[in-house]
């Protein structure tokens, strides 16, 4: 009996000492909100609040040193879902996850996210790369004090590295990855062309209520019409439908709208945003106020990104939805018998990148990337083998995000100091991926709207319309340019005094 109660006695002694540590483990890896912090790379004082709700307010005297503020406390308060986010961004998942995580690598790796905002980085001006490479640095700031890390980072063994623009850059594609996937019906409908008639495949992927269905090439004649590899594209189309996110439930989506003061008490325009971005744990969103030498702004921010994405200053409000306009489209590539596609003039040798996935617990996983004038060859992803023979035909992926002269990056902070009209227009020319419904307000009473994105202009000729993989050899498939800025829709204090907003497609 007495060596009974002695085990009992070591075991909860054992289970206190344990949770006691664990305790103190957590305790010690929650952020420091108090006192004085002495660290490099701000030119003067900044100062932090937190209110009430754990919101941080930042005063400082330069646009840099309250982004690098800002840098800090997001790696404060969210440094795993930072974490994460640029790991899946980059396709290096499978580094602290393992094998389980190699193929979603190996996809995202493929459609180059992190390739574009590399490239990105190098087009944008001079004072958006400073403010990322301030953001960079607050977050950096924050590592180099030897911080407790969130127990995440002890139950993986994942190590954060530096943080760079780069990973900021990278967010805001996935965050346009995530808004925007019609990629997906393109294959659902050459996926069902193999058995059914195009009235059939419209009742399957159906227009919006009160629209006709468009008008578009035959499909089963079209992809009936194509040699031995037409049934190789059936099983891509397969395997890729997998990897595609799914379609979210109807009735989902964002919404926001803008009153005159003709509609409201205090004769002031009225305006609201209700962003669905999804139920998280940690939520996407982390809320802000920046505090520059007596300019404010407020609003919501992405971890990550050094940015107020929707809120106000002392002049204007704003609030987003998502447009959800087609700037996807696949490619049949058809190969010959050197492994060249064919182009309108003549076959062209597919750029090749050549990679290599760290796995955790197993060897690294080598990757080879063939790029088409398109884009990036998504179909490899699916085969068994990389060093499998081409069999006749391969889908190659066109997403407005992977230009290389995307500006979006130096959108955000211009629409933070505009104080008019004049200057919220000229900072949305510059917003290109993910096309966005914009409201507008300001304290001389106007409302206004405007969609800004980089749209597609799609060739009269072209009968499929982007709606299912085009035939990458034909020119009449070929994107012909973009919608001009002035031609995308706005308005500017309408007669009824209302706009607004709602994504229920």
């Known amino acids: 009996m007495r060596l009974v109660l002695k085990l009992f006695l070591g075991l909860l002694a054992t289970l206190a000492v344990a949770v006691g540590a664990g305790y103190l483990y957590l305790r010690q890896s929650l952020p420091r909100t108090e006192g004085e912090i002495r660290i490099a790379g701000i030119s003067a004082a900044v100062e932090i609040q937190r209110d009430r709700y754990g919101i941080p307010h930042i005063f400082a005297q330069r646009d840099e040193d309250a982004i ?30 393992g094998p389980s995580a190699l193929e979603t690598d190996r996809f995202l790796r493929t459609l180059g996210v992190r390739r574009a905002a590399e490239a990105n980085l190098r087009g944008i001006d001079a004072q ?61 409908r050459m996926r069902l062309s193999k058995t059914l008639p195009l009235a059939r495949i419209h009742e399957f992927v159906a227009p919006y209520p009160g629209e006709a269905p468009p008008e578009i090439a035959d499909l089963k004649t079209l992809y009936g019409s194509l040699d031995r590899g037409g049934v190789q594209l059936a099983e891509d189309a397969d395997r890729l439908l997998a990897l595609a996110p799914g379609e979210p439930p109807e009735g989902v989506g964002s919404n926001n709208w803008v009153v005159s003061g003709a509609h409201s008490t205090s004769g002031k325009p ?37 940015a107020i994405v929707l809120g106000r200053n002392d002049r204007i409000a704003w609030g987003f939805t998502n447009t959800g306009p087609d700037v996807q489209d696949l490619y049949l590539e058809k190969l010959d018998a050197a492994g060249n596609y064919l182009t309108p003039d003549g076959p062209r040798a597919f750029t090749v990148i050549e990679e290599s996935i760290r796995v955790k617990g197993a060897p690294d996983e080598p990757l080879q990337i063939r790029v088409s004038r398109h884009g990036p060859v998504i179909s490899d992803v699916s085969r068994a083998a990389a060093d499998q023979a081409p069999r006749g035909y391969v889908i190659a992926f066109a997403w407005t995000a992977l230009l290389e002269d995307d500006r979006t990056l130096q959108a955000a902070h211009k629409i933070a100091r505009a104080g008019n009209w004049q200057d919220f227009l000229s900072a949305a020319r510059d917003y290109q991926v993910p096309q966005q419904n914009m409201v507008y307000a300001d304290v001389e009473g106007n409302i ?58």
């Not at 530096?162 to 996937?181: E, N, R, Y």
């Open 270 to 306: 009225l305006l609201a945003n209700d962003p669905h971005l999804g139920l998280t744990a940690p939520p996407v969103w982390y809320l802000a106020h920046l505090s520059v030498a007596g300019r404010n702004v407020i609003g919501a921010t992405f971890p990550g990104v050094p």
């Open 448 to 505: 206004g709207f405007v969609a800004p994105g980089r749209i597609p202009v799609r060739k009269p000729e072209n009968d499929l319309k982007g709606l299912a993989p085009a035939p990458g050899w034909d020119a009449r498939y070929d994107w012909a340019g973009w919608i001009a800025f002035e031609q995308l829709p706005q308005q500017y204090n309408p007669a009824s005094g209302r706009l607004w907003s709602a994504n229920e497609k």
């Open 68 to 97: 690098f503020a800002l840098g800090y406390v997001h790696a404060q308060d969210r440094l795993w879902q930072m974490e994460m986010n640029r790991r899946i961004g980059a396709g290096r998942l499978a580094e602290i996850l």
């Open 128 to 188: 958006a790369r400073s403010l990322l490479e301030a953001y960079a640095a607050g977050v950096n700031a924050f590592l180099a004090g030897n911080p407790v890390l969130p127990p995440e980072f002890w139950l993986t063994g994942a190590r954060p590295e530096p943080w760079t623009p780069a990973d900021s850059a990278t967010w805001t594609k996935m965050v346009a990855w995530d808004l925007g996937g019609n990629w997906r019906n393109e294959l659902l």
